[in-house]
């Protein structure tokens, strides 16, 4: 039994570059989601996918963010023109609706430092 | 407006000891969902335990317990018999509707945690 996976773990990039993360989900699981911490602070909601359509994007989540979850399956967050502000921990959790709880169980974070 | 306050930044406790963590919610839905999640210095969350604003019964979840008072809206982790493994973040989160919902609960709020040093 695996859990929701992350790479890559770490990723240190220059300001204006682009990078692209990865998240697998728990098998089963029908919602994916992505979250954005830094440092000192709780993890702050970006986006939700059901199965493949994404429902909402905050408003943290600028232009130069888009995330994917081709065929319901693993999901891509992407970061155009990177800026130093973006540096942060990105983590992904998933969850099975229509269970009682629909616990979200996190992955274990991409930390993206930008130059 | 906070809807998770946590409010101790730290707090130290011996091992073998029992301790609590405070949380406070701001909501005006009649259903939503309160868990504590652990975060040690690896940087994963790690599920503890889940009080649905519905349940009556306080949860447990072997040595984790939650103190759920409803009126009061606060939901304060017990950690009984501490060991030096529970050091770490230990975050209180709400999950409420989001913008898209149609009446389903999904987005989670986390507080701003509290930092747990067990002292053998």
């Known amino acids: 039994d695996t859990g929701v996976s992350q790479n890559p773990r770490h990723k240190i990039t220059k300001r204006g570059q682009n990078v692209t993360f990865r998240c697998d989900p728990i098998?089963?699981?029908?919602?994916l989601y992505w979250y954005r911490q830094t440092l000192g602070q709780g993890p702050e909601f970006l986006t939700y996918?059901?199965?493949?359509?994404?429902?909402?994007k905050s408003r943290l989540l600028s232009d130069r963010f888009s995330a994917e979850r081709p065929k319901g399956s693993f999901s891509t967050l992407e970061i155009q023109r990177t800026e130093q502000g973006d540096s942060a921990m990105y983590l992904c959790?998933?969850?099975?609706?229509?269970?009682?709880?629909?616990?979200?169980?996190f992955g274990p974070g991409t930390r993206l430092t930008v130059l | 407006a906070q809807k998770i306050t946590q409010t101790q930044p730290g707090m130290f406790v011996q091992e073998k000891e029992a301790v609590t963590l405070d949380c406070t919610y701001d909501?005006?839905?009649?259903?939503?969902?309160l868990f504590w999640y652990k975060q040690p210095s690896s940087g994963e969350m790690i599920f503890l335990i889940y009080?649905?604003?519905?349940?009556?019964q306080n949860a447990t979840e072997g040595r984790y317990s939650l103190n759920f008072q409803k009126a009061r809206k606060s939901a304060n982790l017990v950690i009984s018999a501490s060991q030096l493994g529970d050091s770490a973040m230990y975050f209180c989160?709400?999950?409420?509707?989001?913008?898209?919902?149609?009446?389903?609960?999904?987005?989670?709020?986390f507080g701003k945690g509290t930092l747990l040093t067990v002292n053998p």
């Open positions: 959790a998933s969850s099975l609706r229509d269970t009682h709880r629909d616990t979200q169980y």
């Open positions: 098998s089963e699981h029908n919602r």
């Open positions: 989160a709400m999950r409420e509707p989001g913008v898209n919902s149609g009446g389903s609960n999904y987005k989670l709020t």
């Open positions: 996918f059901q199965n493949e359509a994404q429902l909402e």
């Open positions: 009080q649905g604003s519905y349940d009556e």
């Open positions: 909501t005006s839905d009649q259903s939503y969902g």
